[in-house]
């Protein structure tokens, strides 16, 4: 009688094939994920961003509409600061600096806190000077940059809007 040997188990070569395999298959995974993680901080960077700076655009052009009068230089040209005289006779400076934007004394954006920059802050506020007829314009313009304008994980908003003053 003749005995008959049953080989059990992988070869070599196909142990190799599969570890290759299942390498491609944990690398690509994990490319994924990365991708799917960077466009997550991508993603939560342009929603703060943007509603940092809608609240401070609705503040503001809220502010500056119920204003009496703009206090400040009107010439049509642009500037980091204008001066209104609110509906109670008080007088308000805004500023746009590259540390924030601030109505009075109170910071309506906190670059420092908020890890954001101002670009061109000196170029936030530009004064249209109203007559008898004609009410006073003023243009906000400014633009914000999360985590440094980073490409993949940061964000860059503009916001922008011109506001008339209802008492003229």
């Known amino acids: 009688m003749e005995l008959i040997k049953i080989k059990k188990g992988f070869t070599l070569i196909e142990m190799l094939v599969v570890t290759?395999?299942?390498?491609?298959?944990?690398t690509s995974a994990a490319q994924?994920?990365?991708m799917v993680l960077r466009n997550n901080?991508?993603?939560?960077?342009?929603?703060?961003?943007?509603?940092?700076?809608?609240?401070?655009?609705?503040?503001?052009?809220?502010?500056?509409?119920?204003?009496?009068?703009?206090?400040?230089?009107c010439t049509s040209?642009?500037?980091?600061?204008?001066?209104?005289?609110?509906?109670?006779g008080?007088?308000?400076?805004i500023s746009?600096?590259?540390?924030?934007?601030?109505l009075g004394s109170n910071t309506l954006i906190d670059t420092t806190a908020d890890n954001l920059a101002i670009i061109s802050p000196l170029t936030c506020f530009t004064c249209y000077p109203g007559g008898n007829i004609a009410p006073s314009i003023v243009a906000i313009s400014f633009t914000l940059q999360k985590n440094g304008g980073n490409?993949?994980?940061?964000?860059?908003l503009t916001f922008s809007t011109s506001v008339s003053l209802r008492n003229y």
């Open 77 to 88: 040209s642009t500037s980091p600061a204008i001066t209104i005289e609110d509906s109670n």
């Open 32 to 34: 994924i994920f990365a």
């Open 151 to 156: 490409p993949v994980t940061g964000a860059e």
């Open 20 to 26: 290759g395999l299942i390498t491609l298959v944990i």
């Open 41 to 73: 901080q991508k993603t939560r960077a342009i929603i703060e961003t943007k509603q940092t700076g809608d609240s401070a655009l609705s503040v503001l052009a809220n502010k500056i509409r119920s204003a009496r009068q703009v206090t400040s230089t």
């Open 90 to 93: 008080v007088s308000v400076q």
């Open 96 to 102: 746009c600096s590259s540390t924030g934007i601030t």
